[in-house]
């Protein structure tokens, strides 16, 4: 087993940390944060171990046989003390992969690790857009779309638990993550060229549609899961969720044969997301066949302030209880074993009709 490092580790990369099986021959074997994160201390369960949080860079990258570098969340580090210990992880030999999307010249910090000291192959032209036509090409594999009401639902963990789940069933699954982060776990990750305005809209979606095509002819799935970043509406003026802007977009660029939808708790929620379906179904074409209730619900504070939404965590336990009483078939808490299997088996019954 190559023994794999998280630093500076959040709770952003919590799920990562529950899928490791995912990881196939490696395993998180230390989660790494600075002072002050709060974070110090913590337990973070896998499938296979508990891990504790530890701030003590040198002792854990002896114990390793490679760091992931990994975007901060709230607390940020300096990129001279990133960069610092990345070049400390290479002088002892260890293998090194950044997915830092905030480090100003990461094509530079990359091409200063040795080849032998790349903990993946560097990634190949398919992660960097190109056009090769100008319209849109047809989709033949099955998609299933993992979108979310907002940030901060659990998208991510859901893509993982699905992508596990459909795994052992037996398909052959092509995931497209929301994020940029994913590799390590199989996962493609979302193109940058479609968060910058380096492009026009349009090239964006046939960029886009180019991307997933050539992943499909190369990996031959029997079901691709593809994540929309961000939300996928605005709620009002101030929580705007970008307008939903991106997953239009990628509605043109990939259909959609089934879609799961991730929302955060709510008291006044009876299981029944008809009308929020329908109005998906009529925009973006999203045929939502199940939905997961995220550990998370708004803060009314910053609701009452007038402020962007800000969600905090609920006990996993308690959401899970609340999905039993709604006794709905279709709504889940897919990060639960059992949830993620019962999703897993509605969408291949589903893709099968």
């Given at each position: 087993?190559?023994?794999?490092?998280?630093?500076?580790?959040?709770?952003?990369?919590?799920?990562?940390?529950?899928?490791?099986?995912?990881?196939?021959?490696?395993?998180?074997?230390?989660?790494?944060?600075?002072?002050?994160?709060?974070?110090?201390?913590?337990?973070?369960?896998?499938?296979?171990?508990?891990?504790?949080?530890?701030?003590?860079?040198?002792?854990?990258?002896?114990?390793?046989?490679?760091?992931?570098?990994?975007?901060?969340?709230?607390?940020?580090?300096?990129?001279?003390?990133?960069?610092?210990?990345?070049?400390?992880?290479?002088?002892?030999?260890?293998?090194?992969?950044?997915?830092?999307?905030?480090?100003?010249?990461?094509?530079?910090?990359?091409?200063?690790?040795?080849?032998?000291?790349?903990?993946?192959?560097?990634?190949?032209?398919?992660?960097?857009?190109?056009?090769?036509?100008?319209?849109?090409?047809?989709?033949?594999?099955?998609?299933?779309?993992?979108?979310?009401?907002?940030?901060?639902?659990?998208?991510?963990a859901v893509q993982l638990a699905l992508r596990e789940a459909l795994i052992d069933i037996g398909y052959r699954v092509t995931s497209i993550s929301s994020r940029m982060d994913g590799r390590l776990y199989g996962?493609?990750?979302?193109?940058?060229?479609?968060?910058?305005?380096?492009?026009?809209?349009?090239?964006?979606?046939?960029?886009?549609?180019?991307?997933?095509k050539r992943i499909e002819l190369a990996e031959r799935p029997e079901i691709m899961i593809v994540g929309v970043p961000g939300g996928v509406l605005p709620y009002d003026r101030v929580d705007h969720n970008e307008?939903?802007?991106?997953?239009?977009?990628?509605?043109?660029?990939?259909?959609?044969?089934?879609?799961?939808?991730?929302?955060?708790?709510?008291?006044?929620?009876?299981?029944?997301?008809?009308?929020?379906?329908?109005?998906?179904?009529?925009?973006?074409?999203?045929?939502?066949?199940?939905?997961?209730?995220?550990?998370?619900?708004?803060?009314?504070?910053?609701?009452?302030?007038?402020?962007?939404?800000?969600?905090?965590?609920?006990?996993?336990?308690?959401?899970?209880?609340?999905?039993?009483?709604?006794?709905?078939?279709?709504?889940?808490?897919?990060?639960?074993?059992?949830?993620?299997?019962?999703?897993?088996?509605?969408?291949?019954?589903?893709?099968?009709?």
């Amino acid at each position: 087993m190559e023994r794999i490092m998280i630093y500076p580790y959040n709770k952003a990369y919590e799920p990562y940390v529950w899928y490791e099986r995912l990881l196939g021959n490696r395993e998180i074997t230390a989660l790494v944060t600075p002072n002050g994160s709060g974070l110090v201390g913590r337990k973070v369960c896998s499938g296979r171990k508990e891990l504790t949080v530890s701030n003590d860079y040198e002792a854990q990258l002896e114990q390793c046989d490679g760091v992931w570098f990994v975007n901060d969340e709230k607390f940020e580090l300096s990129e001279e003390a990133v960069e610092e210990k990345i070049h400390r992880a290479m002088d002892l030999g260890k293998k090194i992969l950044c997915t830092r999307t905030s480090l100003p010249d990461s094509g530079r910090i990359a091409d200063s690790i040795p080849p032998a000291l790349h903990l993946l192959p560097r990634e190949t032209e398919r992660e960097t857009g190109r056009l090769e036509a100008d319209y849109c090409y047809p989709v033949d594999t099955p998609v299933l779309v993992v979108y979310g009401t907002e940030c901060g639902t659990d998208k991510l963990a859901v893509q993982l638990a699905l992508r596990e789940a459909l795994i052992d069933i037996g398909y052959r699954v092509t995931s497209i993550s929301s994020r940029m982060d994913g590799r390590l776990y199989g996962m493609h990750p979302f193109p940058e060229y479609m968060l910058g305005p380096g492009c026009s809209e349009g090239d964006k979606i046939r960029q886009y549609n180019h991307y997933v095509k050539r992943i499909e002819l190369a990996e031959r799935p029997e079901i691709m899961i593809v994540g929309v970043p961000g939300g996928v509406l605005p709620y009002d003026r101030v929580d705007h969720n970008e307008y939903g802007i991106l997953a239009y977009e990628m509605s043109f660029a990939v259909p959609c044969d089934a879609a799961v939808m991730c929302m955060s708790y709510s008291d006044g929620f009876d299981g029944d997301y008809s009308a929020f379906a329908q109005d998906m179904e009529r925009i973006f074409r999203y045929h939502t066949v199940g939905c997961h209730i995220a550990a998370a619900v708004p803060d009314m504070q910053t609701v009452l302030d007038n402020r962007k939404r800000h969600l905090v965590s609920l006990d996993r336990e308690f959401v899970e209880a609340k999905v039993k009483q709604y006794g709905k078939p279709d709504v889940f808490h897919v990060v639960n074993k059992q949830g993620a299997r019962d999703c897993a088996q509605l969408i291949v019954d589903t893709l099968s009709k």
